[in-house]
C-alpha cells in the first residue's frame, strides 16, 4: 500500500512539473519592439522640452535588431545625445538638449516622418 501511494505521488509531481516546463517552452516570453511612432513621440517631447532623461534613455537606449534604418536612426539620436545633452538642466525643469541638438534632432525626426509617410503610402497601393 505505501509503495502504491509512494508511485502515485511521484507520478502526479512528475505531471506537474512536466506539464509547468512544457507550458513554460509553449509560452513565448514578452519582448518590447521599438516602433517609429515610439520614436516620434520621444523625438517631439525632447523637442518641446517635456521629456525626461530616463524617458529618453528607456526609448532611444534600446538596440532596435528589426529594422535596420530605424536603428540607423536611434544611433544617430544617441550620438545627438551624446554631443549635446544637458540631462541635467532637464532635472531642473530645462530642455534635454541644447539648441543646436534640438535643431539636429528636429531634422532627424523630419527625415523619420517623411520616411514614415512615404512606407504608408507605399502600402495603399
Keep these: 500500500m ?13 505531471l506537474v512539473v512536466g506539464g509547468t516546463v512544457g507550458l513554460l ?12 511612432n515610439h520614436l516620434l513621440q520621444v523625438f517631439d517631447r525632447v ?8 524617458e529618453w ?8 535588431r528589426h529594422d535596420a534604418y530605424l536603428e540607423s536612426v536611434r544611433r544617430k539620436a544617441q550620438q545627438i545625445m551624446d554631443e549635446h545633452g544637458r540631462p541635467w538642466q ?7 538638449l541644447s539648441r543646436s541638438g534640438r535643431e539636429e534632432l528636429g531634422v532627424l525626426r ?3 516622418a ?12
Design 90 to 96: 532637464a532635472a531642473q525643469g530645462g530642455s534635454l
Design 57 to 64: 534613455h528607456a526609448t532611444v537606449g534600446y538596440p532596435i
Design 114 to 125: 517623411s520616411r514614415m509617410i512615404d512606407k504608408e503610402g507605399k502600402r495603399e497601393f
Design 47 to 54: 523637442l518641446a522640452g517635456q521629456a525626461t532623461e530616463s
Design 2 to 14: 505505501a509503495l502504491g501511494l509512494y508511485l502515485v505521488v511521484v507520478l502526479i509531481c512528475l
Design 110 to 112: 523630419d527625415e523619420l
Design 25 to 36: 517552452m509553449m509560452v513565448r516570453t514578452p519582448r518590447y519592439r521599438t516602433e517609429p
